[in-house]
């Protein structure tokens, strides 16, 4: 039999209910859980615990899957970059971090991203599909794998961010499913607080995951009045800054106050002038907020540039001096595309995928 149903897109709460409608005790979904994500186990016959008629039942049944690391590349910073391959023609970029005191995991949660602001290389590939619960939470399984969480035991990746490629808010219920298994003490354990979730600006997104999620929330703004950011970020057309900033302080007033982060990549001559920054600071005045000044990392045929370094310390001076919590984002991984807005994958046309589906339904094979 050709095993069918993938465990790794099962949180805990489904996970228990898919052993109890085998007629197995609840507490199976918890052994299989430490397993698989504490000790890095995914063949069935290595569960020990389980007995030799559950073990062969699941292995007919079904399997943990989730998507290989094709390539690596490590950045001079010791940052590294994989290639995650999701299907046949679509690959997504996962980014690992080490800092002093933390290791910060970075991953995607769609294949390209429909929302094409500006600045960001994403974008311009366009939008294939969303990623499954298994292939946004295989990210973590992997990159803990190649780093020796599940040898070594000891934490190596402290924070996870879903900051890589794709909007997290339109995959909003696998997006929540995943983060489950990151947070979860049967998952990888992680505290809400250190998990990010990093949106464009996707209102309804931010109230719905309000009302079901504590983890921490980020939001890229990159302009303080609709009509540059409507240029930056062609999503303010739906959602406009007040309506955003709104869903912002919902989510904050939901978590006892927490502040949100505002992203604010640094634009030569675009988002950087001192009256920018002093429009940022009247839009943000007793907002609990924090603000992270990212420097431009360039791409192909971006069309724009970095901010002078002199530039950002002094847009920065006047949000710290307005009693604003403010901090430049350092630049890590640019040396293998692996900064801030620089990833990009391998993302078919969305028209191509939908060619090939309707060939496969009439029998025939595109060339």
């Given at each position: 039999m050709n095993p069918s149903r993938n465990l790794f897109n099962l949180d805990q709460a489904a996970m228990r209910d898919y052993f109890i409608g085998m007629s197995e005790k609840h507490f199976r979904a918890e052994q299989v859980?430490?397993?698989?994500?504490?000790?890095?186990?995914?063949?069935?016959?290595?569960?020990?615990?389980?007995?030799?008629?559950?073990?062969?039942?699941?292995?007919?049944n079904t399997r943990f899957q989730i998507p290989p690391i094709a390539s690596e590349k490590v950045s001079a910073d010791g940052a590294r970059k994989w290639l995650v391959q999701v299907d046949n023609d679509n690959c997504v970029e996962t980014v690992y971090i080490p800092e002093a005191g933390r290791g910060t995991l970075c991953i995607s949660s769609q294949v390209g991203c429909a929302l094409n602001c500006a600045f960001c290389s994403t974008g311009k590939q366009g939008y294939n599909r969303n990623l499954s619960v298994a292939e946004i939470i295989g990210q973590v399984w992997q990159a803990?794998?190649?780093?020796?969480?599940?040898?070594?035991?000891?934490?190596?990746?402290?924070?996870?961010?879903?900051?890589?490629?794709?909007?997290?808010?339109?995959?909003?219920?696998?997006?929540?499913?995943?983060?489950?298994?990151?947070?979860?003490?049967?998952?990888?354990?992680?505290?809400?607080?250190?998990?990010?979730?990093?949106?464009?600006?996707?209102?309804?997104?931010?109230?719905?995951?309000?009302?079901?999620?504590?983890i921490s929330l980020a939001v890229s703004l990159h302009a303080a009045n609709d009509e540059l950011r409507n240029k930056l970020a062609p999503i303010n057309r739906t959602y406009p800054i007040h309506e955003l900033l709104a869903a912002c302080r919902v989510y904050s007033e939901a978590n006892g106050g927490d502040p949100v982060t505002f992203e604010y990549v640094m634009l030569n001559g675009i988002n950087d002038s001192e009256k920018d920054a002093k429009e940022l600071v009247k839009i943000l005045k007793g907002f609990p907020a924090k603000v992270n000044l990212i420097p431009f990392n360039p791409f192909p045929?971006?069309?724009?540039?970095?901010?002078?370094?002199?530039?950002?310390?002094?847009?920065?001076d006047i949000l710290l001096?307005?009693?604003?919590?403010?901090?430049?984002?350092?630049?890590?991984?640019?040396?293998?595309?692996?900064?801030?807005?620089?990833?990009v994958g391998r993302v078919a046309p969305r028209a191509h995928r939908l060619q090939k589906q309707d060939a496969a339904s009439h029998g025939s094979k595109v060339i």
């Amino acid at each position: 039999m050709n095993p069918s149903r993938n465990l790794f897109n099962l949180d805990q709460a489904a996970m228990r209910d898919y052993f109890i409608g085998m007629s197995e005790k609840h507490f199976r979904a918890e052994q299989v859980m430490k397993w698989v994500y504490h000790q890095g186990v995914t063949d069935f016959d290595d569960m020990t615990d389980l007995s030799k008629r559950l073990r062969d039942y699941l292995t007919d049944n079904t399997r943990f899957q989730i998507p290989p690391i094709a390539s690596e590349k490590v950045s001079a910073d010791g940052a590294r970059k994989w290639l995650v391959q999701v299907d046949n023609d679509n690959c997504v970029e996962t980014v690992y971090i080490p800092e002093a005191g933390r290791g910060t995991l970075c991953i995607s949660s769609q294949v390209g991203c429909a929302l094409n602001c500006a600045f960001c290389s994403t974008g311009k590939q366009g939008y294939n599909r969303n990623l499954s619960v298994a292939e946004i939470i295989g990210q973590v399984w992997q990159a803990n794998k190649r780093l020796g969480y599940f040898e070594q035991r000891s934490r190596i990746i402290s924070n996870v961010v879903l900051m890589g490629m794709g909007e997290p808010l339109l995959n909003f219920d696998n997006v929540i499913k995943a983060v489950e298994l990151m947070t979860d003490d049967l998952g990888f354990g992680l505290s809400n607080k250190r998990v990010t979730l990093s949106t464009a600006g996707v209102a309804p997104g931010i109230i719905k995951l309000s009302k079901c999620s504590k983890i921490s929330l980020a939001v890229s703004l990159h302009a303080a009045n609709d009509e540059l950011r409507n240029k930056l970020a062609p999503i303010n057309r739906t959602y406009p800054i007040h309506e955003l900033l709104a869903a912002c302080r919902v989510y904050s007033e939901a978590n006892g106050g927490d502040p949100v982060t505002f992203e604010y990549v640094m634009l030569n001559g675009i988002n950087d002038s001192e009256k920018d920054a002093k429009e940022l600071v009247k839009i943000l005045k007793g907002f609990p907020a924090k603000v992270n000044l990212i420097p431009f990392n360039p791409f192909p045929n971006a069309g724009f540039s970095r901010s002078p370094m002199h530039t950002i310390n002094k847009f920065r001076d006047i949000l710290l001096q307005s009693g604003i919590i403010t901090i430049t984002r350092k630049t890590r991984g640019d040396d293998i595309d692996a900064a801030c807005g620089q990833l990009v994958g391998r993302v078919a046309p969305r028209a191509h995928r939908l060619q090939k589906q309707d060939a496969a339904s009439h029998g025939s094979k595109v060339i």
